[in-house]
């Protein structure tokens, strides 16, 4: 029985990261589905587009604590069962793939930035916190969330590498899952990268275009505090999203 224990918890760090929790809350907060309007990306960026910064910021602590849950549960209670750095680093890179090919939502999910915060948080508190300052920074002085994103991804790894022996001790293991998180956001953001070399990327605090702005409609607000992704009609550009 033990043997399958990496297993059932490989298992399960995937089917938590697979609870999207940009439609889960949007569903609790009488919000649009975020897949049916914006990018279509469900994820908090997407779900701010809604009008609810409630939702969006809880969007994003939970996609994050998702990662960063699973990860801890191998950390505080793996030892007792035989589990080690190897079944944390593949529950860790489950638990985001569960978050960007979610089984409970056809296998239709966010780009990930969150969820792959959180299992760094998880592996190590520096490693995140290097990570997140690194994404802060970017977008500070760049104004673009896709490419924060994007270097953050790029320097994980790297940061991971030079921080051996010093705020923390370098697993392979943990080293592959992070790599392959790295190489999987640079594939979500795929769309995000052609549009930074075609100038055509939005900026951070950029006012959304009409046809992503929610509106109720026009014969009355609407009904069970419900709000509505633009019309078909509308002309809407898709934004770059995180997470």
């Not at 939005?202 to 014969?219: E, I, M, N, Q």
């Amino acid at each position: 029985m033990q043997s399958f224990l990496p297993l059932l918890a490989v298992l399960a760090g995937y089917l938590v990261g697979s609870l999207s929790f940009a439609v889960i809350v949007s569903r609790a907060m009488g919000l649009s589905d975020p897949r049916t309007f914006g990018s279509k990306n469900p994820g908090a960026t997407n779900v701010l587009r809604s009008g609810s910064k409630a939702a969006a910021i809880l969007t994003l602590l939970l996609d994050a604590a998702k990662g960063w849950l699973p990860v801890m549960l191998v950390k505080w209670y793996g030892s007792a069962y035989g589990l080690g750095d190897g079944t944390m680093a593949l529950v860790g890179l489950a638990a985001f793939l569960g978050h960007v090919f979610p089984v409970f939502f056809k296998f239709a999910g966010g780009k990930g930035v969150a969820t792959a915060l959180g299992v760094l948080l998880g592996f190590s508190g520096w490693l995140g916190l290097a990570v997140a300052l690194i994404w802060l920074l970017m977008a500070a002085v760049f104004r673009f969330s896709s490419l924060a994103s994007i270097t953050a991804a790029l320097l994980a790894p790297v940061v991971y590498v030079l921080g051996n022996g010093g705020l923390w001790m370098m697993s392979k293991s943990v080293a592959l899952s992070v790599a392959v998180m790295s190489l999987f956001l640079l594939y979500r953001h795929a769309e995000n990268i052609n549009r930074l070399i075609k100038g055509t990327e939005s900026r951070l605090g950029k006012k959304a275009d009409a046809g992503l702005v929610t509106h109720a409609p026009a014969h009355g607000p609407a009904k069970h505090g419900h709000r509505h992704p633009p019309r078909s009609d509308q002309k809407s550009h898709p934004k770059g999203d995180q997470p």
